[in-house]
C-alpha cells in the first residue's frame, strides 16, 4: 500500500492492527483498528503521530513513506499530539534512526515521553496558539485540548490547507483499506464506521465526555476542510458530520440520550432467563428500539457503546451468593467507570435459597445518578404473574424513556 495524498505536499500514512489483539488490552477489534500517521512536506518535512511496534506497523510505515521518497531519517519535525503507547510505542526506535529530529509537544506530553522512552533532548513544548511554519506554504497552529482523551492532547491545524489533524478525537475503530476518506465510502461503510465510531467513544473516550465538549468548543471557529484522526477515516467531504456525532456522544452523558433501551442480562440456570422475552415484550409494546446483550458470553464492550447512547437500561440477573451474578458487577464497574450517567434503569431477576441482589445493586449504583423503577424480583420459578409485572414494568420504562427522551429534541 502507499501513501495516500490528501492535498499538495501533505499524506496519509497508516497501519491497520488485525491480529487478534484487544484494543487497551481490554476491548475487542474484530475488524481490526487503523493506526494513522500523516506527513506534511514544506521546505522542511513533519511527522505527525507515529506508532507502535504492533503487527508490523513501522515496517509498514517506512514502506509507505518511500513510496513519496521520504526516510525517517529526512523528517525534521515528529509532532505528537498524544502520547498513549499505540502511538508512541516505536517512538525510541523511530528516535535511534532520526536522532536529529525535533519532538513538537505539549508540557505534559514531553513529561510522557520521558516517562514511556526516557527522552529528554530535542523536545520542543508548545502551547495553544503557538505555531510551527514548514515554509512552502505549510503551517501548524497547536491547540491543546486536555482529556481527549489524556490530559497532554492537542490538535494540529495546518493553516492553508485546512486540516485538522485530531489524534484520537473523532476516531473510530476498524481497518480502513485504499479508500480512506468518507466521499469514498458506501452507505453501508458509514454504517460501520457509525457504529465503530460509538463503540470507540463509548470504550475509550466517554469518561472524559465535559473535555470533549470543551475541545469542540475551543476548535469551532477555525476553518475546517478535512478532519485526520489517527483512528479511522479521514472527513473530506463532511467533516462536520463526525463533528456533530462526537458532540451527540458527549452529550449522552448528562442525558437525555436516544429514545433507546439496554438490555444486560446473565443467567445461572434459566430461571431469570424464562422471564426476559415478557419484559422485551412489555418495551416493544411501546415501539422502543431495544438492544440485548448477555454477558459474559458477550464482551462488555458492545453493551457499553448501546447502553451509552440509550436513555434507558434494563439489568436481568439472579442472586449469586447474597450479591449480584458476577458478570453483572464487572458490567457495572465498567459503566461506572465510563461515566454512563442520567439513565432510567430497571432490573428483574430470581433468587433462590437467599436474596441480595438488588440491594447489592442498589449500593454499587448509588453514584450513577439513575432513575429507578420498581424491581421485580421472584424464588425460584416464575408463574404467570411474574410474568405480568414483568411485561408491565417493561412497557413502563419503555413510556419513561419516550418521554424523557422527547426533552432532547426539544
Known sequence: MKAIKMVEGI??????????DMFEGMWPIPNGVSLNCYLVKGEKTALI?????????????????????????????????????DHTGWLRDFIYENPGIEII?????AALAKAFSGLTDNIRVVVSGDTLDLGKGKEFVFYEIPNVHWPETMATFEKNSKILFSCDAFGSYGSIGSAVFDDELSQEDHEFFYKEALRYYANIVSTFSSFVLKAIDKLKDLDIKMIAPSHGIIW????????????????????????EITVIWGSMYGHTEQVLNSVVKGIRSENIPVHIHRVPDEDVSWALADAWKSTGLVFGMPTYEYKMFPPIVYALDVFGIKHVWNKKVFRFGSWGWSGGAQKDFEARTEKLRWDFIDPVEWNGYADEEVHKLAFGRGKELAILVKETASKKAD
Not at 499524506?11 to 487478534?20: D, L, Q
Not at 509537544?105 to 506530553?109: F, I, P, Q, Y
Open 236 to 259: 473530506r467531504e463532511n467533516p462536520g458530520k463526525v463533528v456533530s456525532l462526537y458532540k451527540d456522544f458527549a452529550s449522552y452523558m448528562d442525558g437525555p440520550a436516544e429514545a
Open 105 to 109: 509537544t505539549t508540557k505534559k506530553g
Open 11 to 20: 499524506y496519509r500514512v497508516g497501519a491497520n492492527i488485525e491480529n487478534g
Open 49 to 85: 503521530d507515529l506508532v507502535r511496534d504492533w503487527d508490523g506497523a513501522p515496517l509498514t510505515i517506512k514502506e509507505q513513506l518511500e513510496s513519496i521518497h521520504v526516510s525517517f531519517k529526512k523528517i525534521d519535525y515528529l509532532v505528537l499530539n498524544h502520547l498513549e503507547p
